[in-house]
């Protein structure tokens, strides 16, 4: 076959405007996938017991699991067996398929943070006054922020190309774009070729931006 360049240009052009579809989509996932670790994280820290066995299995499952095959159980099999659930958009079922497998690594992520900062500090901040809440606000969490920032980058690119399973479902990003101007071009090469490069940009940028943002926070350490 013959790599025609009119023809990947035209399919690149088209794709585009699609980024923003796909952009959305990863940020809306990553912050709720992050307010939902933030809780399972609280449930560990403080030792809730019968939550923290729960989230033990929840975060067991959603790691040792494909995601393509949580999206396709998730949307082909519960929500055509619940009936509340029977009009669920396919974009609203990979957000939240996505947001409960990337929680459970984020929830990771986080405890091995906050493992990582000196208990002596917190108890020292507690020694002069402070109370649990202060201690972890003031003392506990900007340092295991800071710990946490490149995992937190890195997941939140793996988010960005996650979303291509979305195609697998119907969901409209540039994966699945991709696929449509490949079939009616007849020109899967240059198709193919498009959102990869397409993909390659967005993620250059975005480990640029961790670069960037990993040197401003360890600038004062």
Do not use: H
């Not at 095959?69 to 067996?81: C, E, G, K, M, V």
């Not at 997941?155 to 399973?165: E, P």
């Not at 020109?187 to 990869?196: F, H, K, T």
């Amino acid at each position: 076959m013959i790599f025609r360049w009119n023809e990947f240009f035209d399919i690149f052009v088209k794709l585009l405007p699609y980024i923003k579809n796909t952009v959305i989509l990863a940020i809306a996932i990553f912050f709720l996938s992050f307010v939902l670790a933030c809780l399972i994280t609280l449930v560990f820290v403080y030792d809730i017991p019968v939550l923290r066995r729960f989230f033990k299995i929840y975060s067991s499952f959603f790691r040792s699991t494909p995601l393509v095959a949580q999206l396709f159980f998730f949307y082909f099999a519960i929500t055509s067996n619940i009936s509340i659930m029977k009009n669920m958009s396919n974009t609203i079922a990979l957000v939240v398929t996505m947001t409960l497998n990337e929680s459970a690594f984020i929830a990771e992520t986080l405890r091995g943070a906050l493992s990582s900062v000196d208990s002596g500090q917190k108890e020292a901040a507690l020694s002069l006054g402070m109370t649990d809440f202060q201690a972890m606000k003031r003392i506990v969490f900007p340092q295991a922020f800071r710990v946490a920032v490149p995992s937190l980058s890195n997941t939140f690119i793996a988010i960005v190309k996650g979303t291509s399973v979305g195609f697998t479902i119907g969901v409209i990003e540039l994966m699945s774009q991709a696929k449509l101007l490949s079939a009616i071009a007849f020109r899967v090469m240059e198709g193919y070729l498009a959102v990869l490069l397409i993909y390659w940009f967005i993620i250059v940028i975005l480990s640029r931006a961790q670069i960037l943002l990993e040197k401003k926070i360890n600038k004062a350490y």
